[in-house]
Antibody, heavy 119, light 110 residues
Framework: EVQLVESGGGLVQPGGSLRLSCAAS????????MHWVRRAPGKGLEWVSYISTSGSTIYYADSVKGRFTISRDNAKNSLYLQMNSLRAEDTAVYYC????????????WGQGTLVTVSS | QSALTQPRSVSGSPGQSVSISCTGT?????????VSWYQQHPGKAPKLMIYDVTKRPSGVPDRFSGSKSGNTASLTISGLQAEDEADYYCCSYAGSYPYVFGTGTKVTVL
């Protein structure tokens, strides 16, 4: 069974940092492209970042570029999101999502981890 | 990259059909047949309902269907059921960006 389990969320002050993790199981993690997607309170889903299977290709949404860093450790079946210079508008539930192999959609999602940026 | 435009809400009685539009641009919806739709119940993870405009993943009821014309995609729920009440999001591949979501639509079953 495919499972994605996020962790690392919490309360952080504006300007602070946080590192999210996503533990994957039930599939060959190294063979899948991965993403982070977020949903702010009262708002819709927003794509945040993408990483290729090897980690050699990475993309970011304009709203997080220069502040967030996506990475992966295929040996540990884990995906990460390092978030620096956090702002109030980064408050959201962050989901890791698997991209369907050779597809253009997100076929599995984690349950999400809440990040709250507030003083 | 701007979010795709969806109606804020749609509603229908059990058994009726409802449709949700998703309007993008020639850079996303209009350029690629890679529109997907996600259902999200409160406090739950999004669930893939439609991919590649019209395809249904295994286990998704056939009352869910998708279509596209030009820069606008649509999700239709036929024979609306109580458990279909949720938020729905479209998403389009957009090339180098590479994905953009819709603004979201709340479906209410009256």
């Amino acid at each position: 069974e495919v499972q994605l389990v996020e962790s690392g969320g919490g309360l952080v002050q504006p300007g602070g940092s946080l590192r999210l993790s996503c533990a994957a199981s039930g599939f060959t993690f190294s063979g899948y492209e991965m993403h982070w997607v977020r949903r702010a309170p009262g708002k819709g889903l927003e794509w945040v970042s993408y990483i290729s299977t090897s980690g050699s290709t990475i993309y970011y949404a304009d709203s997080v570029k220069g502040r967030f860093t996506i990475s992966r450790d295929n040996a540990k079946n884990s995906l990460y999101l390092q978030m620096n210079s956090l702002r109030a508008e980064d408050t959201a539930v962050y989901y890791c999502a698997r991209e369907e192999k050779d597809g253009y959609n997100f076929d599995y999602w984690g349950q999400g981890t809440l990040v709250t940026v507030s003083s | 990259q701007s979010a795709l435009t969806q109606p804020r809400s749609v509603s229908g009685s059990p058994g009726q059909s409802v449709s949700i539009s998703c309007t993008g641009t020639s850079s996303d919806v209009g350029s690629y047949n890679y529109v997907s739709w996600y259902q999200q119940h409160p406090g739950k993870a999004p669930k893939l309902m439609i991919y590649d405009v019209t395809k249904r993943p295994s286990g998704v009821p056939d009352r869910f269907s998708g279509s596209k014309s030009g820069n606008t995609a649509s999700l239709t729920i036929s024979g609306l059921q109580a458990e279909d009440e949720a938020d729905y999001y479209c998403c389009s591949y957009a090339g180098s960006y590479p994905y953009v979501f819709g603004t979201g639509t709340k479906v209410t079953v009256l």
